[in-house]
């Protein structure tokens, strides 16, 4: 039931081959075959977006996608430069509190840009509403994602 | 770039960039040490049961398996508990809930530990179990000792009142939902001694847990905490089980063990928010103005003791939250359940005190169709006589009334409630309501002795600083606003400080990072630290220059006399270095004034208040009962600031989470005691969607606080219980489709099924034109 397979994706530009169980999620490919740890467990139902990836630039839900049925190429918050506009407008509107669900928030709003368009309000609300933050109202995220991607 | 922090102004968190780069470790990022190995616990099915026989050999057959523990594999005590040892770390003679670990197996992966788990065969005979108050209650099963707190003639004050409600009020359990879950990583070192990474607030009691379940003495037990992922007073006291899971397992195997929990275990295995009950009596005159009040107050501890006496003690130290009650009596009973053992959380039955008197000021309003806040306003403290708590502690700087007359204007409350009255009276199926909630939080640790806290600072020869201190980081800003105190007494820029992670071999016999209590009691220890240092670099500095020690100023990274001679903090560390000048420091305080005599329910446990207040409006469809917020307006006083940035961010997340617990999270169990929402498809906290559009936070100003550090307040907790004020405007709300007079049931939490219960059963008291439930 738990056979060892090959998976051969790219991580972040970067071609990575392992033999890991059948079962292994994406999550755990990631933070235990890979080390990037970035990418976090929330709740491992696929409810709460800490986990969230780019693959082939759709946001995922890493812990509920099996490593073995990845098709294409896949993104973590270690992948994504430091002086991305979204990371700058984390850092600018302090969106932060504990930070454990703030890489899952700016994947999902990676994957937003990449969908393009200018998303208002309500999109973006939309759109985060698939993250769980316990610490902050949200209202800072919602400014950061605005000033990143909104209109004006 | 290290981010710029600085006191008393709006900085970043220390650790934004790290967050927004997935950069932060937490415990479970932490890498592997080499021979790691997991523990997975197996836990009780029954909420009661003789534990009749165990066995782990099919377990143990399993390839990778290394071990499979009991309570016999204990080297120490098996017994377990933040203020009494009265859990069994691995249940023996009994499970006592469900969740309840009766073993820990320990294997190569978790997956494998997981499936061994369900190998280890038990045999329980189940026995009757307590799932409620009432049947605790009924039981006489009570923990702790009831706490007691008289004033005045109660029953004279009833028979005199113009009103007198006598009421039930209940309030829900909460979990705390910290995104991160528990972990706990133990590591055995050379000669025995143990390095245990945990994820807790209370790094001193996961190291003392640690040592009696091995046998040790703290000095062989090492804790370390990176940061948290949330907090919220659910790893105050929850962590130690898994910290000691996880040594025990590295114990017997020589091997280093994780323990990590996911969501699922980690709601069916740690308590909650207490579930309270509360039976009172209230009395008031004819200017609705509070005149006594008498409260019975139950709270749902779970199987064991935990931090529950407290927690009760605290819901009856906020009984009178912002008001003056002349005559009160008030008892506590703390009640065993067969549930998990309920524990800490933000407010920490702060909250639970307080929804009592609302629902009394609610209800009083609502019998006579009038205004609630007239009765809150008439009633809060003042000047003498009215400013003496019910256990005897004078309100020094009441400020209800300010609150309210401060945020009435901004968030123009009169123009907004007759706009919501016309409202109400034309619109049949959307009615809106506008609902105001003061707070008043006692700071400080009601069990004096915790209030104390250790820091230690290290300047290395380059003016390089390290700073340790006995607080963990945990969201909440703390090493922020400490980095900031820090720059601040050295004068140097808080980038050239850095905070270490917490751990026991830095600062011993902290207490927990809980009751707000962080920056208050850290900030001095760190600001003690530091001044001791600068005080022996200052002998140095003047000798150097050539000027008086007392007339130097330490600042922006120089040393010296305003328009004399100066030289950079670095150059002096070093000068200091060569001359043979220790440049490292303890530093230690300890809150004076305290002295609180609970026999006697008399007395200052508390060395402040913090106060905040709320006006919260929402709407609520009385076809669905679905209800929203549509704006908040909060007013907190935290003193002055240390950094406002920070504390903003506080009481906007308190806020949140305080309208999460009474109106959309909602912890069931089922009839044989299992928790049955134990995730998030099932439990709901706020998501973006559900905080309002218009959110609009500010500080009170100008209210530095005597004898506090730099003159500020605590922020953790108080502003959690503006969310109460969600509760006053949907029942303003519900009360508008039915005729006035009638009060209002409303369960909480509040959800769409609670309202439209509440709606439909004030609209069938109205029509039949009954008189209210308890009128």
Same mark, same amino acid.
């Given at each position: 039931? !738990? ?52 693959? %082939? ?26 002086? %991305? ?11 932060? +509190? ?9 994947? !999902? ?16 609300? !939309? ?23 909104? +209109?004006? | ?7 008393? $102004?709006?900085? =970043? ?17 932490? =890498? ?92 329980? @005979? ?13 039981a006489k099963a009570f923990l702790g000792s009831p706490h007691h707190m008289a004033r005045g003639d109660v029953d004279a004050a009833l028979a005199s009142a113009a009103i007198v409600i006598k009421a039930t009020a209940r309030n ?206 008439a009633s809060f403290y003042g000047d003498a006589p009215r400013n003496v708590t019910p256990y005897g502690m004078r309100v020094d700087q009441p400020r209800a009334a300010r609150l309210w007359e401060e945020l009435s204007a901004s ?61 963990? @980081? ?63 670099? $200052? ?86 009962? @679905? ?149």
């Amino acid at each position: 039931m !738990n056979d060892e397979l090959v998976v051969a994706i790219e991580v972040n530009g970067e071609t990575v081959r392992r033999l890991v169980p059948a079962s292994r999620t994406l999550l755990e490919f990631l933070r235990v075959d890979l080390g990037l740890t970035g990418s976090k467990h929330g709740c491992d139902v696929g409810d709460c977006g800490a986990c969230t990836v780019l693959v %082939d630039g759709v946001a995922r839900l890493s812990c509920i996608t099996l490593a073995v049925e990845v098709r294409g190429p896949v993104r973590t918050i270690e992948g994504v430069p430091a002086d %991305d506009p979204i990371v700058a407008a984390f850092d600018r509107h302090l969106a932060s +509190q504990c930070g454990y669900c703030t890489p899952g928030f700016v994947m !999902n709003l990676i994957g937003v840009r990449e969908d393009g368009g200018a998303p208002d309000e309500e999109a973006l609300r !939309n759109a985060l509403g698939s993250n769980l933050c316990r610490c902050t109202g949200y209202t800072r995220i919602l400014d950061a994602a605005k000033d990143a991607l909104g +209109q004006g | 770039m290290t981010p710029l922090i600085k006191l008393n $102004a709006s900085s =970043p968190h220390e650790s934004a960039r790290k967050h927004v780069s997935g950069a932060a470790r937490y415990v479970d990022d932490l =890498p592997a040490p080499q021979g790691m190995l997991h523990g997975f616990a197996v836990a009780s099915p029954h909420a009661h049961a003789k534990i009749v026989s165990r066995d782990g050999t099919r377990a143990r057959a399993l390839p990778g398996v290394h071990a499979v523990l009991f309570a016999a594999d204990v080297p120490g005590s098996n017994h377990i508990g933040p203020v009494v040892h009265d859990e069994d770390l691995l249940a023996d003679a009994t499970a006592q809930c469900v969740g309840h670990a009766v073993a820990v197996v320990v294997a190569e992966s978790r997956d494998i530990a997981r499936e061994a788990a369900a190998l280890v065969d038990v045999v329980y @005979e189940v026995l009757p179990a307590i799932l409620t108050i009432e049947e605790s209650i009924a039981a006489k099963a009570f923990l702790g000792s009831p706490h007691h707190m008289a004033r005045g003639d109660v029953d004279a004050a009833l028979a005199s009142a113009a009103i007198v409600i006598k009421a039930t009020a209940r309030n829900p359990a909460q979990d705390h939902f910290y995104l991160e879950t528990h972990a706990a990583l133990a590591i055995p070192e050379e000669g025995g001694n143990w390095l245990i990474y945990s994820s807790t607030q209370h790094p001193t009691e996961v190291q003392g847990e640690v040592a009696s379940v091995l046998g040790l003495p703290r000095n062989a037990v090492v804790v370390e905490v990176p940061r948290l992922g949330g907090g919220f007073g659910g790893k105050e006291s929850q962590a130690s089980q898994i910290a000691c899971w996880a040594a025990l397992g590295a114990h017997v195997t020589g091997r280093p063990v994780k323990v990590w929990l996911d969501r699922e275990q980690d709601m069916t295995h740690t308590g909650k928010r207490h579930p309270f009950r509360t039976d009172y009596e209230a009395g008031f005159d004819a200017d609705g103005r509070l005149t006594a009040l008498r409260a019975r107050v139950y709270a749902d501890a779970g199987f064991s003791l935990d931090l529950s006496q407290a927690i009760n003690d605290r819901a009856l130290f906020h009984l009178d939250n912002a008001y003056y009650v002349p005559n009160v009596d008030f008892q506590n009973f703390t009640c065993k359940t067969n549930l998990l053992s309920n524990t800490a959380f933000r407010g920490f039955g702060g909250p639970q005190g307080m929804v009592v008197i609302e629902d009394a000021m609610q209800r009083a309003a609502e019998r006579l169709g009038k205004d609630p806040n007239v009765f809150r306003v008439a009633s809060f403290y003042g000047d003498a006589p009215r400013n003496v708590t019910p256990y005897g502690m004078r309100v020094d700087q009441p400020r209800a009334a300010r609150l309210w007359e401060e945020l009435s204007a901004s968030s123009d409350y009169a123009t907004r409630s007759a706009a919501i009255a016309a409202h109400n009276a034309t619109s049949s199926v959307v009615k809106r309501g506008l609902g105001f909630m003061p707070v008043k939080f006692g700071i400080s640790f009601t069990a004096t002795l915790l209030n104390q806290a250790g820091a230690l600072v290290l300047v290395y020869a380059d003016g390089s600083v390290q700073m340790n201190h006995g607080g963990i @980081e945990m969201g909440q800003g703390l090493h922020t606003k400490m980095l900031a105190i820090a720059g601040d007494e050295l004068g140097v820029p808080a980038s050239a400080v850095r905070a270490m992670d917490t751990a026991t071999d830095k600062v011993p016999n902290t207490s927990a990072t809980a009751a707000s209590s962080g920056s208050d009691l850290n900030g001095w220890a760190v600001r003690n630290a530091c001044a001791e240092i600068r005080q022996r670099m $200052a002998v140095v500095a003047a000798e150097v220059l050539g000027v008086p020690a007392a007339a130097l100023v330490f600042a922006d990274g120089q040393v010296g006399a305003p328009g004399g001679p100066s030289m950079p903090f670095a150059k002096l560390a070093n000068t200091c270095w060569v001359r043979r000048i220790s440049l490292s420091s303890t530093g230690f305080y300890a809150t004076p004034d305290l002295a609180y005599d609970r026999e006697k329910g008399f007395g200052r446990p508390f060395f402040y208040f913090a106060w905040g207040a709320s006006v919260v409006e929402v709407e609520v469809n009385a076809l669905t009962g @679905e209800h929203r917020v549509v704006r908040a307006d909060l007013l907190q006083d935290v003193g002055k600031s240390l950094v406002p940035s920070i504390d903003l961010g506080q009481v906007e997340g308190a806020f949140v989470q305080g309208v999460g617990w009474l109106t959309m999270e909602e912890c069931l169990y089922d009839k044989r005691g299992r928790f049955v929402t134990h995730g998030p498809s099932t439990y709901k906290i706020p998501t973006i969607g559900d905080v309002p559009a218009d959110l609009r936070v500010h500080l009170l100003e100008n209210v530095e606080q005597d004898g506090t550090i730099h003159g500020s307040k605590a922020v953790g907790e108080p502003p959690l219980m503006l969310g109460i004020g969600v509760v006053s405007a949907l029942r303003q709300a519900i009360g508008a489709f039915a005729s006035p007079g009638h009060e209002i049931e409303l369960a909480l939490p509040a959800t769409p099924e609670a309202v439209l219960r509440a709606i439909m059963d004030v609209r069938a008291r109205s029509a039949a034109g009954a008189p209210s439930l308890h009128g």
